[in-house]
């Protein structure tokens, strides 16, 4: 760096604008931007981040989108919806002040049990009212995920899809085997019945039908019909379910 100075007639000494800038310098960890929550992992930012509040209510907005992805990382041309991104955020919303409700947004084709149930417990737990809406498909562990809120809507296309808990790949051939599925498929039917108003036989009977999926065993619903069977509340679509969470969220203020 040359620093250049000029004197003038009577001997004043006046500092030259510096020729080499110095180059900028690189943001400290705390001033950088935060992640870009949409972008990365198809969430909106926090609601702490919100500059208005609305008068109606905050609502914190959860999308359940592809598959839901457990313990094993599926290929990176899968659309999947990440438990340990999913249970952060729940937990984020239960403690949060800024957040008075929570919607959840469903378009998924199923995925991990386990991972899927841990969800829907944090959803059925919350302590916040909560509200679903289905949306293109709910199949599989997405049945769990859509009943666990407090109030449930299905769009009139939307699909869901009940059948057996059952795992592709090597399985050990012992009747332990079969146990264990058996009781993995018990848990999913009582979180299932707990939430809606199906009854366990009912809910049984459409997992163990052969004469609806051509290649498959189980039923598929849409829209109007997961109503009649009592696992979704009501059919409708976003505006819907947005004056519904509104109007619970009224009351649990009042």
């Given at each position: 760096m040359i620093d250049v100075t000029h004197v003038t007639l009577d001997g004043t000494v006046i500092p030259a604008?510096?020729?080499?800038?110095?180059?900028?310098?690189?943001?400290?960890?705390?001033?950088?931007?935060?992640?870009?929550?949409?972008?990365?992992?198809?969430?909106?930012?926090?609601?702490?981040?919100?500059?208005?509040?609305?008068?109606?209510?905050?609502?914190?907005?959860?999308?359940?989108?592809?598959?839901?992805?457990?313990?094993?990382?599926?290929?990176?041309?899968?659309?999947?919806?990440?438990?340990?991104?999913?249970?952060?955020m729940l937990v984020a919303a239960a403690e949060s002040p800024e957040v008075d409700g929570l919607l959840v947004l469903l378009n998924t084709v199923g995925g991990d049990v386990e991972a899927g149930l841990a969800i829907a417990e944090l959803i059925s737990g919350l302590g916040k009212p909560t509200v679903s809406l289905v949306v293109g498909g709910g199949h599989s562990i997405g049945v769990p995920l859509a009943v666990a809120a407090d109030y449930s809507f299905i769009?009139?296309?939307?699909?869901?899809?009940?059948?057996?808990?059952?795992m592709n790949g090597t399985v050990v051939g012992a009747p332990?085997?079969?146990?264990?599925?058996?009781?993995?498929?018990?848990?999913?039917?009582?979180?299932?019945?707990?939430?809606?108003?199906?009854?366990?036989?009912?809910?049984l009977s459409l997992m163990m039908d052969t004469s609806t999926l051509a290649l498959d065993?189980?039923?598929?619903?849409?829209?109007?019909?997961?109503?009649?069977?009592?696992?979704?509340?009501?059919?409708?679509?976003?505006?819907d379910a947005l004056d519904k969470l509104y109007s619970l969220i009224g009351k649990n203020e009042s």
């Open positions: 604008p510096n020729e080499f800038p110095e180059p900028p310098r690189e943001a400290e960890p705390e001033q950088q931007a935060m992640p870009d929550a949409l972008r990365d992992i198809g969430q909106p930012p926090p609601m702490e981040v919100l500059v208005r509040r609305n008068p109606r209510g905050n609502i914190q907005f959860l999308s359940i989108i592809g598959q839901v992805e457990g313990h094993v990382t599926l290929p990176p041309f899968n659309k999947t919806t990440k438990y340990e991104h999913m249970i952060p769009a009139p296309s939307a699909t869901m899809t009940i059948h057996p808990v059952r332990q085997t079969y146990d264990y599925f058996n009781k993995t498929r018990e848990r999913v039917i009582s979180f299932i019945t707990a939430n809606c108003g199906i009854s366990g036989d009912r809910l065993v189980g039923t598929m619903l849409i829209g109007r019909q997961a109503v009649d069977e009592k696992l979704i509340n009501a059919v409708g679509g976003l505006s």
